[in-house]
């Protein structure tokens, strides 16, 4: 038997538990654990008190107090502490999207991202239905080349499923001119890789690949994506200026008003990591008009926009957006960001809504749901923040691919400002001890004896703090060590336009009113309705002054207990869409289909 706990990562030491209470042991394995909570009396208690959080891997556990307090007069209707409660603690999910660190969140993630992605295609949720008829496409925008990689390539698909393709693939690397590199390695690779082989996406010399060109093109990647759309806007507005389409008048929040393009894009996109560790875009973007009266409505383009200039708009854009980056010592002139070769890393495909077509709907939603709960496992790394005690553990300039990115992220986010070894400094000569001859400050007019006039400095020092804080630092590669365990990649996997779809939030706080309902008989709140924290004035709030207590489960038995029983839910959930899709012959909403 063990405990789930976390161990505190400020510990000064290692192995030191983050709570200082020991659980009783109960037993010598997690099912002798399991048993001896199953028979307690209280069993069923504590089961639905976890239900919430059952099938967290590692849930995070809140102690103090909870209020009954009446929302009209503000008078406490009762009050519970969670010392009376099973295992003196409130537990909540972690809400974690990665499904490598915990399973259960990151696939309540992925079905929330499914019906965030979808409901941009095809409305719901509080979006009109309307977007159906935009003009949508479905683009992959991928990185340059930093150096040559083992791959796969199969040029013909006679597979029915590509996630198990079993296709014959080309030779990775068949070339008859070039035999070695400049180092004296194979430049060639006769072999036929298959889909699961641990290789691919590893350089074919370690020493020949730009490791620093990555992590950098990683680092500034948002950015590139950021100007290439702006880039794809401004190409849209030339277009309908050019077919007299007039620009559209609107009022800003501060009263004023202004002429905008009649035409904007409403993208969404997820990030993923390929093998290679670099990073690449798969991005719906859609095509909406502007609205006047109502600047944030979602209304249909102005006719005579069509698919063909969205793909026209973002491939003009992939093509000519490149700049380099800041001035760096190991490099001054800078890195040059850019997108890959268009003919070969730009696929833009048109999106259809419905079950027919080459790219539906549901198909793009569920792929990007898919990649959005994933992150480094694509390249075998899996660590947390990295910090000056644990870089060495996976850091290495001469080691395996992974390890000479992450040394190529530490060392080019090294500060640039930091003063130079002791050893290398210049000695300057130290002033003699004792006062100086007598003199008058003439700001002041203070006699002193010090070198420096007391009054001076005391009102010198009283002005430096009362000035606001400088930023943390200038160096805009610093963020590489921060994300190092990123591959240099520090922004979020899943981002959209404000106007593409509904919330997170939203979703969430849709499941919460759910919740709240689902035993009543009454009919449910709305998706697109009022936020869960809107109650009326006969509803008792419950408030809450609870702080952290912890992090895991008590004990390994618990935690059997809670994802079993999760597990069964899960089972019985799953077994109840798919006898609704026999019976209405639709694909449920909230299942990610795979896609080609």
Known sequence: MASTLDLTPRASARGVGSNADVPPVYGYTAAGSAFERATRPDYFGWLEHVRSAAGCTRPIRLAGQLLTVDASTGRVLGERHTDGMPDAAIYTACGNRRATVCPSCAQTYQRDAFQLLRAGLVGG????????????????????????????????????????????????????????????????????????????????????????????WNLFSGELWHRTKQAAERWLAKLARRRGIPRVEVTTATGKARKVAPVRLSPGKVAELQARGAVHFHAIARLDGVDGLDPDAVVPPPAGFTVADLVDALRHAAEQIAFHTPPHSDK???????????????????????????VTDGMVAGYLAKYATKSTEATGHTSTRLTADTIDDYADPDGDHTARLIDACWRIGRPTTAPAPLAQRPREPRPRPGFVDPWECPDCGTHTRYAACPVCVAQRQAALDTEPTKPATANPYARLRRWAHMLGYGGHFLTKGRRYSVTFQLLRDTRVSYRRHEDQVHEHPAAGGPPADRVDDDTPLIVGTLTFAGVGWHTTGDALLANTAAAMARERRTTGREELTHELATTPAGTAPAAA
């Open 332 to 358: 001054p002139q800078g890195w040059p960001i850019a997108w890959g070769d268009p003919s070969k890393g730009l696929d833009i495909r048109p999106i259809t809504t419905g079950i027919d077509g080459e």
């Open 125 to 216: 949720k509080g979006v009109p239905e309307t977007v159906a008829e935009h003009p949508a496409v479905f683009a992959t925008f991928t990185a340059p080349s930093f150096g040559t990689v083992h791959s796969r390539v199969v040029k013909r698909h006679t597979c029915r499923n590509r996630r198990r393709c079993d296709c014959r693939a080309e030779p990775c690397h068949a070339r008859r001119d070039v035999g070695v590199c400049a180092h004296g390695r194979p430049a060639v690779c006769w072999a036929r890789h298959e889909a699961g082989d641990a290789v691919l996406g590893r350089p074919l010399c370690l020493d020949c690949y730009d490791h620093d060109h990555q992590v950098v």
